[in-house]
T-cell receptor, first 116, second 110 residues
Framework: GAGVSQTPSNKVTEKGKYVELRCDPI?????LYWYRQSLGQGPEFLIY????????DSGLPNDRFFAVRPEGSVSTLKIQRTERGDSAVYLC??????????????FGPGTRLTVL | DAKTTQPNSMESNEEEPVHLPCNHS???????IHWYRQLPSQGPEYVIH???SNVNNRMASLAIAEDRKSSTLILHRATLRDAAVYYC???????????FGTGTRLKVLA
C-alpha cells in the first residue's frame, strides 16, 4: 500500500517568507509526527498529533512554527517569517496509534527546506 | 529521556556479518530498545526492537545484554544496500516519541 508522502520534496524560499509543508499519512493511522533533521544530525521531534489534536507540541522551536491536522488525516506544517536557521529536512511519520507496547513509525521521504 | 551512545561510523565488507553496538547505561525497566536506519535521501525505517530477550527478524538480529545496559544490532550478511545511518533509540512503553541521537554511519565495502 501507499506509504507516507510529503510535498513538496524540495522548497526554496527567501528569508522572511511563509511556507507550508504537507504530509499525507498512511490511511487509517491516527498518530502523526513531525520531525526536523539538520545536516549530520538525527531527526528532532517537533509535534505529535493523535487524531485532529496536537497532543504534544513541545518540540516546536518557537511561535513561528505551527501545525494542523483538521480532519485527522493530512497535516500541514506552517512556518512564518522563515529564517536561514530553519533550513533542514522536515520529516513526517505516522503510526496506527501513539502509545503502546510497540508502535512502529512509518516515515515519509521528507521535504528539504532551504531558506536563502 | 534515557540516552544511547553509538560509534560515529563503522565499515564492513560485503557479505560479512556486522555488529553495531549501542550503550544505554541509564535504561529504565520500561524502556524498549528500538533500531531504525536511514538510507541516503530517505526517511528512517524500522529495523527491529526488543525489551529483554534477543530478537530476530528478516532484516536483523538484536542481542540485548543481560543487564540491558547495552545491545548489539547484527546484520548477518551485509550488502551494499545496508549502507545507512543506524539509530539505536530507547522509548518508554508509555510514550510515543523517539529521541534520535546521531547514529552510526555504516559503510559497506564491495
Amino acid at each position: 500500500g501507499a506509504g507516507v508522502s510529503q510535498t513538496p520534496s524540495n522548497k526554496v524560499t527567501e528569508k522572511g517568507k511563509y511556507v507550508e509543508l504537507r504530509c499525507d499519512p498512511i490511511s487509517g493511522h491516527t498518530a502523526l509526527y513531525w520531525y526536523r533533521q539538520s545536516l549530520g544530525q538525527g531527526p528532532e521531534f517537533l509535534i505529535y498529533f493523535q487524531g485532529t489534536g496536537a497532543a504534544d507540541d513541545s518540540g516546536l522551536p518557537n511561535d513561528r512554527f505551527f501545525a494542523v491536522r483538521p480532519e485527522g488525516s493530512v497535516s500541514t506544517l506552517k512556518i512564518q517569517r522563515t529564517e536561514r536557521g530553519d533550513s533542514a529536512v522536515y520529516l513526517c511519520a505516522s503510526s496506527p496509534r501513539g502509545r503502546g507496547r510497540f508502535n512502529e513509525q512509518f516515515f515519509g521521504p521528507g521535504t528539504r527546506l532551504t531558506v536563502l | 529521556d534515557a540516552k544511547t551512545t553509538q560509534p560515529n561510523s563503522m565499515e564492513s565488507n560485503e557479505e560479512e556479518p556486522v555488529h553495531l553496538p549501542c550503550n544505554h547505561s541509564t535504561i529504565s525497566g520500561t524502556d524498549y530498545i528500538h533500531w531504525y536506519r536511514q538510507l541516503p535521501s530517505q526517511g528512517p525505517e524500522y529495523v527491529i526492537h526488543g525489551l529483554t530477550s534477543n530478537v530476530n527478524n528478516r532484516m536483523a538480529s538484536l542481542a540485548i545484554a543481560e543487564d540491558r545496559k547495552s545491545s548489539t544490532l547484527i546484520l548477518h550478511r551485509a550488502t551494499l544496500r545496508d549502507a545507512a545511518v543506524y539509530y539505536c533509540i530507547l522509548r518508554d512503553v508509555g510514550t510515543y516519541k523517539y529521541i534520535f541521537g546521531t547514529g552510526t554511519r555504516l559503510k559497506v565495502l564491495a
